[in-house]
Structures are given as C-alpha cells and as structure tokens.
C-alpha cells in the first residue's frame, strides 16, 4: 500500500473515531484497521491517530458496551506497537505517554486491556531446563536404615510439618526434611522437586541476594526412595502414599519460618518482615526472568467448593477479577519463607513469547500482596469472621499503612529489578497510598464469609465424603450427619472471603495493580533488550 492510500485510510478511520454519530461497530472496524496498520507501518500512524485511540479510552459511550474490551483490546495493540518504535520515533513517544495515562487513569476493561497490551510486546525468554535425571525404580527402605546409610546424625525427635518429617541435624545446624508423597499425589512431582534443588544449588551463584536452597540427600543414589516406615505416627488429614514414596534433603533452620506466622513468639518485626518480602519478591522476578517459572507461591481458588466439577478445578484466574475464595486461609502457608522461596516441585521451564508470563507473573505478585494483607492480619488472629451479634469483624487497626505502602512499592521495585535485571527509574503509573487504603477496607474487614455448596456439587460427593466437608466446614458432626445430601443448596459460613460467593473480588484495584505492575516489568524488559541488540 502506498503512503497516500495509508494516510487516507488512517483519516477516515479518525474521522470514524472522532465522532459520535458512528456507533460501536464502526468504532470498532476503524480501530482494527489502524491496528494492522500500525504492527505493519507503525512509523506512519501520526498523533492525530494517537489522540483518537486514547480518546476511546475515556468514552462513557464506548466503554459501556458489552464488547468495549475487545476494542480496547485493538486500540491498546495499536498504541504499543507505536510505543515499540522507541526511542528514535517522536509519536512513539507520544504513544507511551498514552498507554501510560491508561493505566493509571482508567479502570475495568480499558486498564486491563492497556496492561495486556503493553505486556506482549514481542521478545522471548529461553529458560534452561534443568539436568535430566534417570529416574529408576526406588529404593525401599527403612527409617533406621535411611539414617544409617545417609550417615545423617540426629538431634532431638522428629516431627511433622505438614507432610514433611523434620528433624534437626546433629552440629551441623541444618533440618533433615523426608518429604512425603500424599496418598492421592503422583510421586514424579516430588522427583521432579528433587531435580531442581539440584539444579538451583548448582547455579546458585546467579542470585545476588540471600536464597537458601536445600542440598537433595540421595538413598543408594537415587532422589526418590519409598520409606518402609515412620519414626512417629502420621499427624493431619492427609495421609501418605501406600507406597511410602519420598524424597530427603537438608534445609536451613528458618525453613519453615514463616513470614506471617500466627504464632506470637514467631512473627517477624516490621523491618525484618519488609526485608523478607522484598527479597522473595527479587527472587519471583529473577527466577521468572531466567525463564524458570512458580506456579504456586500461594494456592489461589475463586471456589474451591466446585473444583470437582469445573473445567479450572476452581484455580484462581486473577485477569478475571472473581472473588478469591478464603484467601486468608490460602495465604497461611505460603510457598516461600524467611530462607526464600521453597516447593520446587511447582517450578517449570518456560521457553517462548514473554507475553505468556504475564499471567504467572501476576499471580506471583498478587500471592506477595496477599501474603502481607495476612501479616497484619495475624498480628491478632483471634480477630477474624463474625461477633457474636453476627457483624463482620474489624480487624482494620491491625494494619500500618505507613509499612503497607513502603512494602506494596518495594514489592513491584524489587520483583522489576530481578526481572528485567536493573532499577525502575520512571514514574510508575501506580498509585501506591490508595492501593493501601483500598487493602486495609477490603482484606481487615470480612465482610463476606458465605459460600454455597450447591445441590450439583453435593451430587459429585460421596456420602462420607459429603459429611466430612461439611465437618471441615465446622458444621458440627450431628448436624451433618442428618443433613440429606442434594435436597438443597447449603450456605456455610467459610471465609473470609474477597467478594462475595460467584461475585466480583471486592478489591479490583488489586487486581489492575498486579496487571500494571507484570506489564511495566515486561515493557521493562523489552527495552532493555531492545537497547542492548543497538
């Protein structure tokens, strides 16, 4: 196409724009034109054009429609692939300060679409997959023998945690952890944890900051081994693989500390909370950007109640903006802690178009805010669900915002850092203090503790199995026992929840600062990349 065939184009397609007397779907045709025209010759999209893509933005008229996010969505693309011509390209420039308005000006589906946009900016991360392992058949083993052949010298009983048996070494200031296998988990996954400790302590030198990674403990050279039997009885719910399936390895002290532990003798002070936080948060980002991905730091659900019958199993979706299911029991024991990040059994090689870390990168930083949300919370966790006159507690005096601020900030500086590998030196679209404001009302006051178990998930249900959830659920035993499984939807009071059952999570601005933050560390990334190929 030629240069006067493309700028008339591009003015009908403003003019479209520009004018109110064209509806939606012209809006919407004009936009995906410049689009394409835009990801083809970017260089001849002009500020007229620019002006009338962000003005969609703000349009009442377009963003009330069903669809505005899929213009959005085409308005977005064309900006960044405008912005992409930084720096030699002066509406480039002018293409940035549009996006970055966006994001910090709109709200809903403009936000999200801009934040998704600025996003997928095309460069790729290439993980290295870790050393490949022959994986043979386990060894059995007793506990004595275990001992004797590791050579591991004891001190003191062991004891569960969770589903780990901990023990403390002898001299050697370290934890032996036997890792067991569930009765319903698949042993390669605790194999596959054992892969990538060895695989991290062996390039361990890449993290400039504290990251304890334990050293694997082989039995007759093998990772997994099958445990005959147990020096204690079993402790919990969750029971061990029939098969006795474990791995072993040897761990820091502060292991399972915590950084928001219930326990009053065990909480971290501010400072050195902050300092834990930020750190786990340089770690997500660096590993993330060496294109090893957690899929786990916290488990998210938006209803965990119909996992058994949804195509997501219940998983939290944070782009969504759904409610989050019992998000201050999920965050009680989070994948990483005081010695770092840890359950290596969730990590995973990425190797392709950076845009499809975005998710997992939200996630990532949405666990870290929530993880705070819940250190304050535990500073009194008497404090939680209903009085007794049946109205939400009000736990918000537990909160300092003057902290929160200073960890929400430091949280997105120090995941960029280890992501892109350099400091964030530009005003953030971000408005830290009202994030924080927005925090404190939503997770210190549960204003939503109901779930609803529906007749179609009380069907999927066994019998005994119907009955133990209401009991986990504290329904009292005789109560639940007499309740006719299927007759009607049962409302159970579970939270504290964020928004209400099958609703809307009741902090979107959590979540459209997490989307900010994953595409600025992105947009980050492609630069410095971009810089580098010049």
Known sequence: MNHHNIKREL?????????????????????????????????????????????LFYNRAVSGQTQ?????????????????????????????????????????????????????????????????????????ISWQAFL??????????????????????????????????????????????????????????VFPVRFHIPKTVSVRGRFLFRLMD????????????????????LAHPDYFCYPNEADREKQLGSEEFLETILRNAFLFGKLTGLGIIHGAPVPLFHNRVQGARRDDQGLYLWQRGGRLDQWLGSCRYPNFGCSGIRDFEHLETYRGPARKTYLPMGAQLLSLFLVTGSYFRMKDSRKVGLDPGGRPVDARGLFHKPLLVKIIQ???????????GKPFKDVAPLNFSSLADRMVDEMGVDRYMEEILRVADQQEMRDDAFVDFLVERRVPMAEAVQMKKGARDITLCTGPHLGGFNQQISIPELIESVGTMAALCLYGRYCEEKQNEE
């Open 410 to 420: 430091g949280v997105f500086h120090h995941y960029y850092s280890g992501f892109v």
């Open 11 to 55: 003015t009908d397609a403003e003019t479209v724009l520009n004018h109110d007397h064209y509806d939606f779907s012209a809006k919407y045709l004009a936009v995906c034109r410049i689009h394409t025209l835009a990801r083809a010759r970017p260089e001849k999209i002009g500020p007229k054009t620019i002006a009338g893509l962000e003005s």
């Open 148 to 205: 004797a052949e590791t050579r591991v010298s004891c001190e003191g009983p062991p004891r569960f945690m969770g589903r780990s048996l901990v023990v403390k070494t002898a001299g050697h200031d370290r934890l032996l952890v036997v890792k067991l296998v569930g009765e319903k988990d698949k042993p390669e996954s605790l194999f596959h944890e054992a892969v990538w400790l060895n695989h991290l302590r062996r390039n361990k030198d």
């Open 68 to 140: 505005a996010y899929f213009l959005f969505k085409e308005a977005a693309g064309a900006l960044c692939s405008v912005l992409a011509c930084l720096p030699h390209d002066a509406c480039a420039r002018k293409a940035h300060d549009a996006v970055m308005n966006m994001l910090s000006r709109t709200t809903g589906h403009a936000q999200r679409a801009a934040a998704e946009a600025l996003g997928s900016l095309p460069f790729t991360i290439t993980g290295t997959e870790p050393k490949q392992e022959a994986q043979r058949e386990p060894p059995v």
């Open 230 to 249: 147990l020096p204690i009885p079993e402790t919990g719910r969750k029971k061990r693989h029939e098969k006795g399936f474990a791995i072993a390895f």
